[in-house]
């Protein structure tokens, strides 16, 4: 079955490190975002494309970058981690035209990353 | 950008109807009305969305006030397994990043045996 995963599920790094986290959907989805979500709030929007060599800032992108090689991937890179930047991430597809907005969005099961 | 206001939480009693509300009253005439739901320790999953008429599907039912100023989520037989939290989202159709979703704090329902 089509799926979107993401890889670790778990991870703990230290202040001033490079973290990537894997996000990767089998559904041959065009776009593709990536969420925040911290305790006691609704998912906020990091970054997202709306395909290959396509990457857009969303609302808390400071910190964070993206990129597209492919349409399966879309990793998501903390150049260099903050205690701040502890939370829970989520990637998420969806198929739909570009920047048009009628279809569902798969989200992945999450990571929740700790920065010390 | 249109928003939402929800509740901060309900509470249902198992296999009785859940009725959660969503006030939308800067709502505009290309905007969806989506709901989206998360189970505890979960990614959100998507319900149903609508943008007149009112919605079936498998999971829920969707009412949209004429006025489109509201809408309700309708759950016919609640479960425990709909324990999550309840988001009510507007999307610009055609609004590029205005289509992407906001997610508020949505309605924590919780289901009692």
């Known amino acids: 079955d089509a799926e979107i995963t993401q890889s670790p599920r778990h991870k703990i790094t230290e202040t001033g490190r490079q973290v990537t986290l894997a996000c990767h959907q089998t559904?041959?989805?065009?776009?593709m975002f990536w969420y925040r979500q911290d305790l006691g709030h609704g998912l906020r929007l990091i970054h997202y494309?709306?395909?290959?060599?396509?990457?857009n800032k969303g609302e808390v992108s400071d910190g964070y970058s993206v990129s597209r090689s492919n349409t399966e991937d879309l990793p998501l890179t903390l150049e260099s981690a903050a205690s701040s930047q502890t939370s829970v991430y989520f990637c998420?597809?969806?198929?739909?035209?570009?920047?048009?907005?009628?279809?569902?969005?798969?989200f992945g099961p999450g990571t929740r990353l700790t920065v010390l | 950008d249109a928003k939402t206001t929800q509740p901060n939480s309900m509470e249902s009693n198992e296999e009785e109807p859940v009725h959660l509300p969503c006030n939308h009253s800067?709502?505009?005439?290309?905007?969806?009305i989506h709901w989206y739901r998360q189970l505890p320790s979960q990614g959100p999953e998507y319900v149903i969305h609508?943008?007149?008429s009112n919605v079936n599907n498998r999971m829920a039912s969707l009412a949209i006030a004429e006025d489109r100023k509201s809408s309700t989520l309708i759950l016919h037989r609640a479960t425990l397994r709909d324990a999550a939290v309840y988001y009510c989202?507007?999307?610009?159709?055609?609004?590029?990043?205005?289509?992407?979703?906001?997610f508020g704090k949505g309605t924590k329902l919780s289901v009692k045996p």
């Open positions: 494309s709306y395909g290959v060599q396509d990457t």
């Open positions: 989202i507007l999307r610009a159709l055609y609004g590029g990043s205005q289509g992407n979703l906001i």
């Open positions: 559904w041959n989805h065009n776009n």
């Open positions: 609508g943008l007149t």
């Open positions: 800067t709502i505009s005439g290309t905007d969806y």
């Open positions: 998420a597809s969806s198929q739909e035209p570009g920047p048009m907005s009628y279809n569902e969005q798969f």
